[in-house]
């Protein structure tokens, strides 16, 4: 089974460009999450959905927006990217209980220049 | 606030050798535990879990127990093969108007034939 597909894999992106990461589940996850991971930071929360059709902020939502018109999918976009948002993007979904573990995608690396 | 404190990294082991891997947190309320593995070029992916106190987790010979006296949910292997090197997250995961997960920074670990 696919589980989440993100695309793309990697990416240059040129600072004050827009960009939108995609991620798609085939699980039927109610919930879904975007992470950044850096070095030294472990992962940090940007943005979740808890089901189809509402977000909320995550740790570090600044500079990222979200969407989630339907149950598989939940795109990022960057309006204008800065060099901090250099990272390993990474998708995860769940289906929400506190016990179910989240199941990830195989991540983003985006460098902004 | 939560937060999860592993033991830093890298740990490099010969193969056999036993693993100790630290972990231990701060929560209020009654977090589940996780740990969480990622092998190089993809997502995280569960290893184990356990959702209450003296609760044990096992999964592929590796092992945690749940220690709400000790705040701690060390990770612990018998016998590591080459096949282990990976990234290692111990991670709570407890309920906030979604399903909220702290993550710790990762243990890198190295097996060496």
């Known amino acids: 089974t696919a589980g989440i597909t993100q695309a793309p894999t990697s990416q240059i992106l040129a600072a004050g460009r827009s960009m939108t990461l995609r991620c798609t589940q085939d699980m039927r996850h109610n919930a879904m999450y975007w992470y950044r991971q850096d070095l030294g930071l472990g992962l940090r929360l940007i943005h979740y959905s808890n089901t189809a059709g509402t977000t909320g902020k995550g740790e570090v939502p600044d500079g990222y927006s979200v969407s989630r018109a339907n149950t598989d999918d939940f795109p990022l976009t960057l309006a204008s990217a800065v060099p901090s948002q250099t990272s390993v993007y990474f998708c995860?979904?769940?289906?929400?209980?506190?016990?179910?573990?989240?199941?990830f995608g195989n991540g983003t690396r985006l460098t902004v220049t | 606030g939560d937060s999860v404190t592993q033991m830093e990294g890298p740990v490099t082991l010969s193969e056999e050798a036993f693993l100790t891997i630290n972990c231990t947190y701060t929560a209020t309320g009654y977090p589940s535990l996780f740990w969480y593995v990622q092998y190089p070029g993809e997502g995280l992916q569960l290893l184990l879990k356990a959702t209450k106190a003296d609760d044990k987790g096992s999964n592929k010979g590796f092992e945690a127990t749940y220690r709400k006296e000790t705040t701690s949910f060390h990770l612990e292997k018998g016998s590591v093969q080459v096949s282990d090197s990976a990234v290692y997250f111990c991670?709570?995961?407890?309920?906030?108007?979604?399903?909220?997960?702290?993550f710790g920074t990762g243990t890198k670990l190295q097996v060496i034939p």
């Open positions: 995860a979904s769940s289906d929400g209980t506190v016990n179910s573990p989240l199941h």
């Open positions: 991670a709570l995961h407890y309920s906030g108007g979604y399903q909220k997960v702290t």
